[in-house]
RNA sequence: GAAGCUGGCCAGACAGUCGCUGCCAUCCCUCGUGGGUGGGAGAGGAAAGUCCGGGCUCCGCAGAGCAGGAUGCCGGCUAACGGCCGGACGCCGCGAGGCGAUGGAAAGUGCCACAGAAAACAUACCGCCUAAGUCCGGCUCGCCGGAUUUGCCGCCCGCAAGGGCGGCAAGUCCCCCAAGUAGAGCAGAUGCGCCAGUGGCAACGCUGGUGGCGGGCUCGGCGAGCCGGGCCGGUAAGGGUGAAAAGGUGCGAAGCGGCGCAAGCCGCUUGGGGGCUUUCGGCGAGGGUGACCGUCAGGUCAGCCGAAGCCAAAUGUCACCGUAAGAGCGCACCGCGCUCCUGGCAACAGGGGCGGCAGGGUAAACCCCAUCCGGAGCAAGACCAAGUAGGGGAACGACAGUGCUGCUCGCGCUGUUCCCGGGUAGGUCGCUCGAGCGUGCGGGCAACCGUACGCCUAGAGGAAUGACUGUCCACGACAGAACCCGGCUUAUCGGCCAGCUUUUUUC
């Protein structure tokens, strides 16, 4: 099970994880955020299990997507990209950059929702058009 | 030009838009894991495998022995190395060059496919030899009795008692014999015998019959001799195999074989052990000399002489063995071993001399030898905040457990008592200025070293380099930092540069 990126879960305190919130005014006075910075990411361990297990799930062929209303003004975005699914660690970044460039257009879709990506199988290079529409597909679930 | 060899370098480029992570400056706020603006930086030659070596950090430092691991031609470089450079040697390549864990195989153990008698030294096997022994087979020759006791039967002699002869059965013995245990059967009318007839005075015949004896033939038993084979025994040379079975090659001479009319040419061989022995030599009971010691019996040491006998033995000689046959040599070179000289720091190379040519390979098989090796690793480790009883020090110390890489000894810890006050992935540091990079100069064949000047070149922490558009080209491989260096190995699209080699003037 996805060594690399279980690693975090155990540890987050609860004391110190609501502090996130109050960013959201800097990006909220422009029209269309477009960043990701660290107010959009899902951070300490107890976030990515809350999402895991009060989520909702959504099930393609390429991801898995969890998802969960977070009382905030904005989206958070969380990666799962196990090495059992893409052993190669430099497409393994070239997933997580796809999954992160088609996240980032599409911010309002999941704004006040936290969002958990995790990937299922391999993606190849020439068969990237096909996981990013379904990446886009999933994600127009989550509103609904 | 083409084909190659070696070394080095690059790792799509440019522009625009939207984004990401640090840094610097500045600004804003709800003051922190926040945000805005500007500037500048932002993966690799392998970042990989984690295979070596080191730095750094903590732990241990009480060691000793055994075990374990690594390395393995020589010299140098280096912080260190299993790396690099230079050299030596071996192999490969026409060559530039490439490859090589390259100490020891007379310390021991093991292994060596197939083939082969045999894969390691001692045999066994084939082959060869074979006196005696033993077994089997063949051929030839010989033998298949005698004496005696008892019983029965037959015949003869005698009036009878009884005696004689022969046969059979059982038993005993062996003077003699190479053998006597075992004989059985068949045929034939001729040698003997017997019967009948007949001739003759007789000796002696003739004719016919008979199958008793001898002889013949067949089978059988036994013995001897010879031959052959097996076992046992001996065995030096030889044994188409194989990567390898104990040196090789050349010349001359000799011999044999083949080819050729011949001259001549070609091929093969020139081995093996053994007996005897002169001289020289060794051992040798003992004798004698000198020195020393001594309890005066002798002892020790060093020379000398030395009977019988034994050992060794070049050479000589003698036959013998093997080979299709015969000859039963000589010289030289290479290799091998020992030794000396020269050059080299050394590995090693060159040369000279001597030699009874005696000993397969494998050590990335165990092993032996030499050298080196404390453990764990940045989740190391340090600090801070918040927070519960985990930790540290000292003293004592029997058992048990446990730690010190493994084992043994040994030492420590857990245990008890007393004292101290804070473990942990929440954060900060460690975290990038370093065995650093570039250029020049100097030293060195080189690896590398020294020096001057210049430069700062990712530091994330769910983890940063991407997406889209356009243009161009040789159409873009392998692949993503996680404490840092030096290496090795592996993956890899294409291309560039330098030096060199071969072929050579057109492939």
Redesign the pocket.
């Known amino acids: 099970m996805?060594?690399?990126?279980?690693?975090?879960?155990?540890?987050?305190?609860p004391?110190?994880?609501p502090?996130?919130?109050?960013?959201?005014?800097?990006?909220a006075?422009?029209a269309?955020?477009?960043?990701?910075?660290?107010?959009?990411?899902?951070?300490?361990?107890e976030e990515?299990a809350a999402v895991f297990a009060q989520g909702s799930t959504r099930t393609g062929v390429y991801f898995r997507i969890h998802f969960r209303p977070n009382k905030l003004p904005q989206g958070r975005?969380?990666?799962?990209?196990?090495k059992r699914a893409e052993p190669?660690?430099?497409?393994?970044?070239?997933a997580?950059?796809?999954i992160?460039?088609l996240v980032?257009?599409r911010l309002r879709d999941i704004q006040g929702f936290d969002l958990?990506v995790?990937l299922r199988k391999a993606i190849l290079?020439e068969d990237?058009?096909l996981a990013r529409a379904e990446l886009e597909r999933l994600l127009g679930e989550v509103r609904q």
Not at 19 to 27: E, K, L, Y
Not at 32 to 45: C, D, E, I, T, W
Not at 88 to 94: F, G, K, L, P
């Open positions: 996805a060594f690399s990126s279980a690693r975090a879960p155990r540890a987050a305190k004391s110190s994880a502090v996130g919130p109050r960013a959201a005014r800097g990006s006075s422009k269309l955020p477009h960043s990701l910075r660290g107010a959009h990411r899902l951070r300490y361990a990515f975005l969380g990666l799962v990209v196990p190669a660690a430099t497409r393994r970044n070239y997580k950059r796809l992160r460039e980032r257009s958990v995790r290079r990237a058009p």
